[in-house]
């Protein structure tokens, strides 16, 4: 008798993604100046999607204020793999591909490729490996001199900033994303349109997505001042280049620059 045997494999379950999940910055492995990349990853099912920034700086060392902001979506593989990319207005392109970290650990490695056109006033073609090593929650006091006349002369400000606890929120295209919300009270010395303010709770204000701060207060004239900016490094010591605008109030459509300092 003839008898046929069927040989039982072992499925190996996919790869969590969980440890993906956080707020990185992504340290490139060479010694080569590279231009600073941070973003934040959140990862649901095999989808990731995140929220970062790019600090470009042209061969002239002045570096463009404000770079880009990121928002980076893509795939998660079974064996722990993924790949994330961002399009911004076909000027600039950024992908990411790395690997979910494992065991707990608390960083995770990886290549990133950057290609800025010229058309931008710079132009870039580079691929780098990089560690990505998370970010420490913001906590602290940060003041500065603000820059320029409008807000009028001798103007400092000092910002008290607190981390929240991390939110999901849904994205305007339906997609989920964790949040890194920020609160704080901002003090204003020497202008004669506020004094002081408190933040607001604009779901698209008030938060960190890589090392780009973005907050909003309701000041004391009942205008809105908001300000946004890059920490330099993984230190968290300072904001720079920061840029204050207000709307409403006595000084609407005024605006003015800062380096913000920890104190």
Same mark, same amino acid.
């Given at each position: ?16 993604? %969980?440890? #993906?999940?956080? @707020?990185?910055?992504?340290?490139? *492995? ?9 973003? +934040? #990853? ?6 990731? =999607? ?9 061969? !002239? ?13 893509? =795939?998660?593989?079974? /064996? ?8 911004? %207005? *076909?000027?600039?392109? &950024?992908?990411? *591909? ?5 065991? @707990? ?25 990089? =560690?990505?090593?998370?970010? $420490? ?5 940060? $003041?500065?001199?603000? !820059? ?10 000092? &910002?008290?900033? !607190?981390? *929240? ?5 849904? !994205? ?25 303010? +408190? =933040? ?5 204000? @008030? ?12 000041? /004391?004239?009942?205008? @809105? #001042? ?6 330099? /490094? ?11 605008? &207000? ?11 800062? /380096?913000?300092?920890?104190?």
């Amino acid at each position: 008798m003839l008898v046929g045997l069927t040989s039982c494999g072992t499925a190996t379950a996919p790869v969590s993604g %969980a440890g #993906l999940n956080g @707020n990185w910055n992504l340290v490139a *492995d060479s010694q080569l100046k590279h231009p600073p990349l941070s973003t +934040t #990853l959140t990862v649901n099912g095999n989808q990731i =999607t995140g929220g970062g920034f790019l600090e470009i700086q042209c061969q !002239s060392g002045t570096p463009l204020i404000g770079g880009y902001s990121l928002a980076f979506t893509g =795939t998660l593989a079974p /064996d722990g793999t993924f790949h994330v990319t961002e399009p911004v %207005a *076909d000027t600039v392109q &950024v992908t990411i *591909d790395g690997t979910v970290p494992v065991n @707990n650990s608390s960083s995770w490695n990886g290549t990133y490729t950057i290609n800025l056109a010229a058309a931008s006033g710079c132009s870039l073609n580079q691929t780098e490996t990089f =560690t990505a090593v998370p970010f $420490a929650p913001v906590a602290g006091t940060y $003041a500065g001199a603000i !820059s320029g006349v409008q807000l009028g002369s001798g103007v400092s400000a000092s &910002v008290q900033i !607190s981390e *929240d606890i991390p939110q999901t929120i849904q !994205s305007t295209n339906g997609s989920t994303r964790t949040r890194y919300p920020l609160s704080g009270t901002i003090s204003v010395q020497g202008s004669s349109c506020f004094k002081q303010g +408190t =933040t607001t709770g604009s779901l698209y204000l @008030n938060e960190i997505a890589g090392n780009f701060v973005t907050m909003g207060f309701v000041m /004391d004239d009942g205008s @809105n #001042l908001t300000f946004y900016g890059p920490f330099t /490094d993984m230190s968290e010591t300072e904001i720079n280049p920061v840029m204050f605008t &207000v709307s409403g109030g006595q000084c609407a459509n005024k605006s003015g620059g800062s /380096d913000l300092t920890k104190q």
